[in-house]
């Protein structure tokens, strides 16, 4: 049984021998907006939204809870979660991936020359997307958070910590590789939390879980919770937990995620490959008394924006009615919606870049809108590929998808379009799930090897480009011009 702990949903999956899905169940939770730009999610909202879907699955699958070979969790990386050791109270909310309120503390770092080191030792940007700034945050800004941190009595965790405690009744405080590479303060080459980081963000070391490996038994989930003791064996970050769910174990072989946020991931077995244009360094799995290391560019918003046409502007009704309305125009009526809501991340990794709908004539209409959002997502993924591909040294023969978006068959061609690369869709989409199913079920013996699982990997569909030079050009020069005037918008100082 995976759980998959998403940004905007909790869900829960059972899968068979053969890696395909049997019973799944997925819950929305309320996305916390305190102040433009910021981000937060109650992590009892989390908890109890995950907890809910595993019970509801193993309920209509009439499955005993005796009988699931081992649970894998996959979650939502970065996002922070501080509580009391003895009460099980978070301090405050969990501040999400996406917020940016410790842009300054970043800026501060970076003019002090972290940037390079950042980088060398934990493959991370110095950037408000990972914990370590929002730790320190939280112990800053908390009364009494940090003599409480530093006495011992508070627990750090990134989202799978924080559902192993629960899930074990407070016995495992720990995390795997994948999720600690997240953190800007774990050395990704020593596989240790960084001294020196911690004492520059000021973060006791008493507070933080301990690393293990992604497919290792980590302990047994609480009897009280589902009348069983089912072994927790799985622990991974959702776009490192989605490569492995296809199977690229091999160096070179990439995956793209489409979910809130858009992730390219291209694994480099057990090297580590230091980039050179944006992209992170980052842990992919540990197996096996083994690392593996991957490269990763990444999107704050993808069908975030959907979400946004959905809820905020009320122009659409759900997200499937997006497909519809992309072919019911032929272009976009040249314009560009740049999804900066959060900023930008690779290869910019600028925080004061804000969205913006750029080139908007009489003639636009709610289609060419809606078509634009899709499209926006499309060319953040060829600007990574062109990074990766730099970095790599490696072309592309064809690019695995997955993710709650792909279902959107308009996005998928229009990616292979601007790409100039196929794009293929598995069978089997959930893959960020099955990812941590398959690392679970290989630490319990359910599966046998990696090699085993390629064979379940099955093709639905194959996306091939059709699209002229000339037109790719031109259209990808735009975006590029686009791109160019929704960076920087804020001004730190007036903020
Ligand atoms: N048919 C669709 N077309 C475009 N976007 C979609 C479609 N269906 C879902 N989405 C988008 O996919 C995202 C959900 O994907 P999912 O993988 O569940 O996300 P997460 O794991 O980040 O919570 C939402 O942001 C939603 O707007
Ligand atoms: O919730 P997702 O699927 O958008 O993934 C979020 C990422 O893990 C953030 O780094």
Redesign the pocket.
């Known amino acids: 049984m995976a759980l998959?702990q998403?940004?905007?949903?909790s869900?829960s999956i059972i899968f068979n021998k053969n890696g395909r899905p049997i019973e799944s169940l997925?819950r929305e939770f309320e996305q916390i907006y305190p102040k433009p730009g910021w981000v937060e999610h109650r992590a009892l909202d989390i908890w109890n939204s995950q907890i809910e879907t595993a019970m509801s699955v193993l309920q209509t699958s009439r499955i005993d809870p005796h009988d699931i070979a081992a649970i894998g969790i996959t979650n939502?990386r970065e996002t922070t979660v501080i509580w009391d050791k003895e009460t099980g109270e978070p301090i405050m909310n969990a501040i999400c991936w996406q917020c940016r309120r410790t842009a300054d503390i970043c800026d501060d770092m970076n003019a002090r020359g972290w940037g390079p080191k950042v980088r060398e030792k934990t493959g991370d940007v110095c950037d408000a997307y990972f914990s370590g700034t929002k730790i320190k945050w939280m112990l800053d800004n908390v009364p009494g958070a940090r003599e409480r941190a530093e006495k011992g009595e508070l627990l750090f965790g990134t989202v799978d910590t924080w559902l192993m405690w629960k899930l074990s009744g407070g016995k495992i405080h720990a995390t795997d590789y994948s999720n600690a590479s997240r953190t800007m303060i774990f050395n990704i080459h020593t596989l240790d939390w960084d001294d020196e980081l911690l004492a520059e963000l000021n973060i006791p070391r008493i507070m933080l879980p301990e690393v293990k490996p992604s497919s290792y038994i980590y302990g047994m989930t609480d009897p009280k919770i589902f009348g069983a003791e089912v072994p927790i064996a799985g622990c991974i970050g959702?776009q490192q937990a989605a490569l492995f769910g296809q199977t690229c174990f091999e160096e070179g072989e990439s995956k793209a995620?489409?979910?809130?946020?858009a992730f390219l991931m291209m694994t480099t077995g057990t090297k580590s490959v230091e980039s050179k244009n944006g992209l992170l360094t980052t842990i992919a799995w540990g197996i096996n008394d083994k690392v593996y290391y991957c490269l990763e560019g990444n999107t704050f918003v993808?069908?975030?924006t959907?979400?946004w046409l959905?809820d905020e502007l009320k122009l659409i009704g759900s997200?499937?009615e997006?497909?519809e309305l992309c072919n019911s125009v032929k272009d976009t009526n040249g314009i560009y919606l740049v999804p900066a809501f959060v900023g930008l991340a690779t290869p910019y990794w600028d925080p004061y870049a804000r969205a913006s709908i750029q080139g908007i004539t009489r003639g636009v209409n709610k289609a060419h809108l809606v078509r634009a959002a899709?499209e926006g997502q499309c060319f953040q993924i060829k600007e990574i590929l062109d990074a990766m591909v730099t970095d790599g040294g490696i072309q592309l023969k064809e690019m695995k998808c997955d993710?709650?978006?792909i279902?959107?068959n308009f996005?998928l061609q229009f990616q292979s379009d601007i790409l100039n690369v196929p794009v293929v869709r598995p069978v089997v989409t959930e893959l960020?799930a099955l990812g941590t199913a398959y690392l679970a079920g290989l630490a319990v013996g359910y599966w046998g090897s990696m090699e085993e699982l390629k064979d379940d990997w099955a093709l639905d569909r194959k996306f091939t480009p059709n699209m002229t030079e000339e037109y790719r050009a031109k259209i990808y020069k735009g975006w590029k011009k686009a791109v160019q005037r929704s960076l920087q918008w804020i001004d730190p100082e007036e903020e």
Do not use: W
């Open positions: 998959d998403g940004t905007t949903s869900r997925n939502q959702d995620t489409y979910g809130t946020g993808a069908g975030a959907v979400q959905r997200a499937q997006t497909e899709i993710g709650g978006a279902k959107n996005l960020t």
